[in-house]
């Protein structure tokens, strides 16, 4: 992710940096259905948040992270911890806003982009839309927000784990592998899945059945309750910078991110209507 940008000035931050590296501020980090090692990406996620300190010039140790892949545990510990900032998916966010009075921060871009569109995958000449596929088998990381994907990606229009069978898989490569086989009917990728499927080279033909709308990437978020306007701002700030520190842009790079970008929080307003209409 990115390196921190010095937004105030530091006598005004001291009391504030004190009081964190005393009592690190915890950041939880979802990523729902991923194949990442808890390990290694607390690792990552610990060197990113001496990245943000440094450049932000906040006191060492004034952040802590926790990561994890499952979704379950993502709400329990947002709830438990009840964190300052996290960082979640989009359909998190959208679960979880109104609960914990989550707001937009920053949003990743990356190859230019601030958004991103999903694609059904099938073999080539097999299935022509959606429709066909109903009692078909579909795989893909992304199943792991079902709610997601059926009220946003799909805008409402098909409920996956009653429409398909759904094949949930941790690795994007090992479904398209499946499909490739014949062993699943059709995958679901989101961007930069389907960004890195030309290098995969796979035997089989295959042609997307499905391309949906422009869906807003997410990136950090806060709860406004607990946090102050100026402490949204400096910890934005601070991300936007990362990718343009020497250590930060090594991380920016290893997470696939070319910048972190300020937010306008009514660009959510779209996929906010759609998942309330998809109650």
């Known amino acids: 992710m990115r390196n921190i940008y010095l937004i105030t000035i530091a006598i005004l931050l001291y009391p504030f940096a004190v009081n964190a590296a005393t009592n690190p501020e915890m950041i939880v980090v979802c990523y729902p259905g991923g194949s990442v090692n808890a390990k290694e990406a607390n690792g990552a996620m610990s060197s ?47 679960e979880l806003r109104g609960r914990h009075n989550l707001v937009p921060v920053v949003q990743p871009k990356i190859k230019g982009r601030t958004n991103e569109r999903y694609r059904v995958m099938v073999q080539k000449n097999t299935f022509k839309s959606l429709d066909d ?56 990728l989101n961007e ?46 601070a991300l936007e910078g990362m990718c343009s520190d020497i250590e930060g842009k090594k991380l920016c790079e290893l997470f696939g991110v070319e910048t972190f970008a300020p937010v306008d929080g009514a660009i959510f307003e779209p996929m906010v209507k759609l998942w309330a209409d998809g109650q």
């Open 48 to 94: 990113m948040m001496r990245v943000v300190e440094r450049v932000g010039r906040w006191q060492e140790n004034s952040f802590n992270s926790l990561f994890t892949a499952k979704t379950n545990e993502c709400r329990k510990q947002i709830a438990e911890k009840n964190p300052k900032f996290a960082i979640i998916s989009l359909g998190l966010y959208l």
């Open 192 to 237: 930069q899945q389907f960004s890195g499927l030309a290098s995969l080279h796979m035997e089989t033909p295959l042609e997307a059945i499905f391309t949906s709308d422009e869906i807003p990437l997410m990136g950090v978020v806060a709860n406004s309750a607990t946090t102050t306007a100026e402490e949204r701002l400096r910890f934005g700030k």
């Open 133 to 188: 596929l109903k009692g078909k088998t579909l795989g893909g990381t992304v199943l792991a927000e079902p709610s997601f994907i059926g009220k946003i990606v799909f805008a409402g229009k098909y409920a996956p784990a009653n429409f398909f069978v759904i094949k949930t898989s941790n690795q994007a490569i090992r479904a398209l592998r499946s499909l490739n086989k014949g062993e699943l009917d059709a995958v679901i």
